[in-house]
């Protein structure tokens, strides 16, 4: 079984920062890709970035310049900088694993809360 966990949402004034992580663990073969993705109130879950196991690395446009994304073996992180009211929203951590004598598949964290206040 595979299992992400994020971790460093919280309230922020505009402008200000914050560092989102997420660890995966469990019975892991390979994580494939590790991604991004948020989900503000009444509105369709959206990818915010991604990041793959040989390291290319793609942005949503409304976060381009702003938002950072790596990762460091089995754990992504998404650093945000100069936050945007609208980029308030539950932030969920997705990546594509093979699981130890599994398929590929994906999976998702549980989410963590961005506010971003103005």
């Known amino acids: 079984q595979v299992q992400l966990v994020e971790s460093g949402g919280g309230l922020v004034q505009a402008g200000g920062s914050l560092r989102l992580s997420c660890a995966a663990s469990?019975?892991?073969?390979?994580?494939?890709?590790m991604g991004w993705y948020r989900q503000a109130p009444g509105k369709q879950r959206e990818v915010v970035a991604g990041?793959?196991?040989?390291?290319s690395i793609n942005y949503a446009d409304s976060v381009k310049e702003r938002f950072t994304i790596s990762s460091d073996k089995n754990t992504v992180y998404l650093q945000m900088n100069s936050l945007k009211p609208e980029d308030t929203a539950v932030y969920f951590c997705?990546?594509?694993?093979?699981?130890?004598?599994?398929?590929?598949?994906?999976?998702w964290g549980q989410g963590t809360q961005v506010t971003v206040s103005s």
């Open positions: 997705n990546a594509a694993v093979i699981p130890m004598g599994g398929l590929l598949g994906g999976y």
């Open positions: 469990g019975s892991i073969f390979r994580i494939d890709t």
């Open positions: 990041i793959t196991k040989g390291g």
